[in-house]
């Protein structure tokens, strides 16, 4: 059975977005798609002495683009970033341990388009952090035809895909049966259950950018995403049938 994935790229993305990543054997990365000001592919949340509060990529006003046909033409933010990585985690246990990687992404390189950017650190956090083997690729690749879901299952078709794994949000528009009638297993992906780990500044929060957990639990990391399930260790994992 070969899984897929085929998600939009974000920035620093949550800890459930690697949990699919690690679910597939390939993940897409579905980037020429209308781009969505306000959303996950220019920020994400972290964790500060105020609460929750969002990081975001100045990438403009133009909602006329595809993700990957956005452009970031200003790189001051990069030192605004890091500065505020440093200011909110660096007393973290384990900040020391990927400060450097954070250090040289910021400052450097000027990173001028926002797919490029987001698939770098996705595929470094993957392989270099949480282990993942994964193989990832671009929608663009395929050249797939259609609009919404028909381009999406024409996609899938051309990855070869035995199963195709999808996040909840997706239910709003996706038919079961279409996937179905191709021979395509679809898995609704399942965030629930996660244990929570040390985090600075309470309450627990878990939708957050995964550099809050990895500057907090380091190599742990993965047992958090994916680990548990099924660890007697953990009171909130599954009883094994």
């Known amino acids: 059975m070969k899984s897929v994935a085929i998600l939009q790229s974000n920035y620093l993305p949550w800890k459930g977005y690697f949990d699919i990543i690690h679910d597939v054997d ?106 993942i083997t994964t193989e990832f690729r671009d929608s663009r690749e395929y050249a797939a035809k259609g609009h919404k879901l028909e381009r999406l299952l024409d996609l899938v078709r051309m990855t070869g895909a035995d199963r195709y794994v999808s996040g909840p949000a997706a239910k709003s528009y996706v038919d079961p049966h279409r996937f179905s009638e191709i021979g395509v297993e679809l898995v609704w992906k399942d965030y629930s259950g996660y244990p929570e780990y040390p985090q600075r500044y309470p309450p627990f929060e878990h939708r957050v950018s995964i550099v809050d957990l990895l500057f907090n639990v380091g190599p742990e990391a993965p047992w958090y995403i994916w680990g548990w399930r099924g660890d007697p260790r953990n009171p909130a994992a599954p009883t094994p049938a």
């Open 26 to 131: 390939l993940f897409v990365f579905y980037d020429d798609l209308q781009y969505t000001k306000n959303d996950w592919r220019n920020r994400n949340r972290i964790k500060t002495g105020n609460g929750a509060e969002w990081i975001t990529i100045p990438a403009g006003e133009d909602s006329n683009r595809l993700v990957c046909e956005v452009t970031i033409a200003n790189p001051l933010w990069q030192t605004k970033h890091w500065k505020t990585l440093q200011q909110n985690y660096g007393r973290s246990p384990h900040f020391s341990r990927y400060a450097p990687f954070f250090q040289e992404f910021y400052l450097g390189r000027e990173w001028k388009s926002l797919s490029q950017l987001n698939h770098y650190l996705i595929r470094e956090f993957a392989r270099e952090f949480l282990g």
